[in-house]
């Protein structure tokens, strides 16, 4: 089993930035994909930023220029740098990690727990 730990949510000014993180433990022989999500009020989650082990990215439109997101696979962890941040950036943020726990396995998903991310005057 794997478990997913996500931190560096809040409250924040418009404009303002957070950086979220998401580290990934237990039965992890490798990782593939980590990403982050989003699922607002009312509203359905929608991909917010992927990444690869390859180094691959992909953004939202709706968030491109403005977040990033890196990984250090030497610590199973991925990151959101969000900056200028708007009031429709308001969500809970959910981390996802495709891993496989030995060389024989097949990848599985895991989400995190979610965090919340408030951006209000």
């Known amino acids: 089993q794997v478990q997913l730990a996500e931190s560096g949510g809040g409250l924040v000014q418009p404009g303002g930035s957070l950086r979220l993180s998401c580290a990934a433990s237990?039965?992890?022989?490798?990782?593939?994909?980590m990403d982050w999500y989003r699922q607002a009020p009312g509203k359905q989650r929608e991909m917010v930023a992927t990444s690869t082990s390859s180094g691959r990215t992909n953004y939202a439109d709706s968030v491109k220029g403005r977040f990033t997101i890196s990984r250090d696979d030497s610590k199973n962890t991925v990151y959101l740098q969000m900056d200028n941040l708007k009031p429709e950036d308001t969500a809970v943020y959910y981390c996802?990690?495709?891993?496989?726990?030995?060389?024989?396995?097949?990848?599985?998903?895991?989400w995190g727990q979610g965090i919340q991310v408030t951006v209000s005057s």
């Open positions: 237990g039965s992890i022989f490798a990782v593939y994909g």
């Open positions: 996802n990690v495709d891993t496989k726990a030995s060389p024989y396995s097949n990848y599985v998903d895991f």
